[in-house]
């Protein structure tokens, strides 16, 4: 499964920003797709996943901020991001895995800065 993701940059803080990743290749069912995030000199983190039959489930830093969403046809996951805070800088990393197996992928990372 190759992953690519888009939609990062600069936007100030209270502003809305959207990410979207592509996933293509072999792809197993069922799976769930996420996005994590790696601020800098922290861990990676888990933003927001959801399953193919959309359950979702966020981050407590982000509840009520970020929206994730999928479409399955397309094998995409989409993150809309909104009040954006300066603690929301990081590294974002479009994720999807197997379920029942040990098959997960990473995208290469995209930027968020949120300046303040």
């Known amino acids: 499964v190759q992953l690519q993701a888009c939609g990062g940059g600069l936007v100030q803080a209270g502003g809305t920003l959207s990410l979207s990743c592509a996933a293509s290749?072999?792809?197993?069912?069922?799976?769930?797709m996420g996005w994590y995030r790696q601020a800098p000199g922290k861990q990676r983190e888990v933003v927001a996943t959801i399953s193919e039959g959309g359950t979702t489930n966020y981050a407590d830093s982000v509840k009520g901020r970020f929206t994730i969403s999928r479409d399955n046809a397309k094998n995409e996951v989409y993150l809309h991001m909104s009040s954006l805070k300066p603690e929301d800088t990081a590294v974002y990393y479009c994720?999807?895995?197997?379920?029942?197996?040990?098959?997960?992928?990473w995208g290469k990372g995209t930027l968020v800065t949120v300046s303040s």
């Open positions: 290749g072999t792809i197993w069912r069922p799976n769930v």
């Open positions: 994720n999807w895995r197997r379920l029942g197996s040990s098959a997960n992928y």
